[in-house]
């Protein structure tokens, strides 16, 4: 099979992290007979410092034509980089914000996993992670306050400034029926989470999901608002399976849960379209405070190369020996920086790579 | 001097915990100096029960004549209770959103104080949270999603809800002076949370906190970005001394904030308007599954009482006291369910009250 992938390696630690996991792809097609076709696109810091813009028309189109879209990660230190002193809507960001809602990406999956191998790096204690846990935010990501119309301007003399957060029933729906089909495939059970008891949107997205799970009798709904949702990712991370929310407060809440498992680096996400494009890339940032030292965790972006193979091509053998491969090298001690403990052999980006090369 | 304060006992477990903090309010009084004057209002599920609506423009005007308000707790369980067979805006939690807006208490501030005796309902592990935490959010309370425009309607035949995130200098800059006053007598440190590499609201937020920031050259401000925040809490909470954030971000961050130290029945909270009137209630929920019981953790109750003798009535060695007398107990190893554990005495509710009263 011939894998069209395009390929935006992004700021920061984006180009080593992408470089190994293409690697991986490499070696994946190599194994299974699948030739990889790279395009390289601009987005980003990367694509102001060329063309003064964080994504260029013609980037669209190029990525439009790929089958799936592996990234690094996105932007640099706001404090310091020059790409911050650009308008808002000139920034790295804004070119990550207008390529999801020109693919249509609006399903975005988040995995937070608890590795058996990395319980030490997660903040919980023990008795509440026993056993581990491994649940899937699905956020929707094409709507909501991200793309709502907002102004800013004087009103009697006094600045005010105007976002919008809107919902229709068709966007509700098609998130969450990607949300039911992927429970149907896990533990089935679906925790819609909403303000319900304050905002409208969310009365919409609770009716929503309820016609929705009309249609799944064999998967399991339940209505979580979002302030206790965020107190039971802490609380008891084990409830959930498939966790349902808007843009805004799945932003919040998958940022938590990252943090929850305690190994940001490993956690892989996905971003869908209506047929079998997506754009993968890792959970974590840019970390530009250790670009270039070659230590930065690789395996986030790797796995999003096997979601990718998953998700896009249906390669699943393939995917489960990416995945098998990143386990394989946890038993066997490797681990780079940010998930080093004690007794273990710790290594750089590139090694890490060619580590979980020779496992596939 | 005469305090003329206004009770909700509320629902749930409301009228339990209210009670011992009246209990421990008249201790304060007798041996202070000080009379109480209670004027009962009634809000949430115990008024629609008695007039049909959750808060009546008498109770309004009543609570307007107090000098403070003491709450339990609003609302019960949603799946049950026939008030939830209401539309939303005839629910309990109606009338707590209108008296907010109706008292104009802007400034919410929701204490999250690890306590050295209760280090092991903390669900973080020990070396995380050495030597306790203690941080405050102050959570804007009248403005954002919670009180903008809203709809729901058909567009050309799909329904679409529509909810608005406004914003204006005006409310931005006191709240975060209230933030600011607050840093000043703390630890010097206000951590502003928004999400300006997307919204309006927050950009204008970011530059109001920062020419508030000009005049108090003793504190520091930082800008945080709210999913950011959300990993921090868990990863570092030791990091923050005042969090600083608009309506819907305080609501999920401070019940995160409440779920990290472990001990949401302790959490005071306190609403302000411009000046000294407030409204002071525990963090935690009405807790239906166990009203009437005796069981349920009068404390935050209690040292919500505390900062209303502080923050309304000007009585800091009032308050001291209380504050005081829960630490010893606590110290005197007494605990109720929610935060027992090996080696100590439980007791209940009523009991609580009764001992915290002693150490007066
Ligand atoms: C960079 C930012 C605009 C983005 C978002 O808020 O969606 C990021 O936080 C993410 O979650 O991918
Ligand atoms: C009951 C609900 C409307 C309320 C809120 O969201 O403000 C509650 O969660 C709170 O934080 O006091």
Redesign the pocket.
Known sequence: MKLNIGIIKGDGIGPEIVTEAMKVLDKVGEIYGHTCDYTELLLGGASIDVHGVPLTDETVEKAKACDAVLMGS??GDAKTSPWYQLEPSKR???G??RI?KELGLFA?LRPAVLYEELEGACPLKPELTEGGFDFMIM?E?TGGL?FGERKTEEKNGVMTAVDTLSYNENEIRRIAKRAFDIAGKRSRKVTSVDKANVLDSSRLWRKVTEEVAAEYPDVTLEHMLVDNCAMQIVKNPKQFDVILTE??F??IL??EASMVTGSIGMLA?ASLNDSKFGLY?P?G?SAPDIAGKGIANPIATILSAAMMLRFSFDLDKEADAVERAVDQVLKDGYRTGDIMSAGCKQVGTKEMGDLICERI
């Open positions: 996105i932007g790295p960001e804004a990550l914000l999801r975005n956020r990501l991200y843009n805004m799945g932003d998958s940022d996400s890339e959970s940032g």
